[in-house]
Nanobody
Framework: QVQLVESGGGLVQAGASLRLSCAAS????????MGWFRQGPGKEREFVAR????????NYADSVKGRFTISRDNAKNTVYLQMNSLKPEDTAVYYC?????????????????WGQGTQVTVSS
């Protein structure tokens, strides 16, 4: 069992930056690849970014590539999402998730554990 708690969301203006954190507890954090997903109003949950167990491989959705950076600190059991140049269309609840498989997974169904989410609102 892994417990995930996100933090760092908020209300910002377009062009601003935010850094989301996701603290994990329970089973060994480094055993899991980690992902960030988001769900906007009236939309399905979508993939944002993924990082491998060691942190050496990352994947991004095209919509955030070049603006968002995922990272992790296995010593602190924490994964981060640095979000720069935020746009109103980035408004969503952001979730972190843990995945125990060994294939790069971008689909929400492939992830085993989820946090409760943190709201990010970007005003124009």
């Amino acid at each position: 069992q892994v417990q995930l708690v996100e933090s760092g969301g908020g209300l910002v203006q377009a062009g601003a930056s935010l850094r989301l954190s996701c603290a994990a507890s329970g089973r060994t954090f480094s055993r899991f690849a980690m992902g960030w997903f988001r769900q906007g109003p009236g939309k399905e949950r979508e993939f944002v970014a993924r990082i491998s167990r060691s942190g050496d491989v990352t994947n991004y959705a095209d919509s955030v590539k070049g603006r968002f950076t995922i990272s992790r600190d296995n010593a602190k059991n924490t994964v981060y999402l640095q979000m720069n140049s935020l746009k109103p269309e980035d408004t969503a609840v952001y979730y972190c998730a843990a995945e125990s498989g060994y294939v790069v997974s971008l689909a929400p169904d492939e992830y085993d554990y989820w946090g409760q989410g943190t709201q990010v609102t970007v005003s124009s």
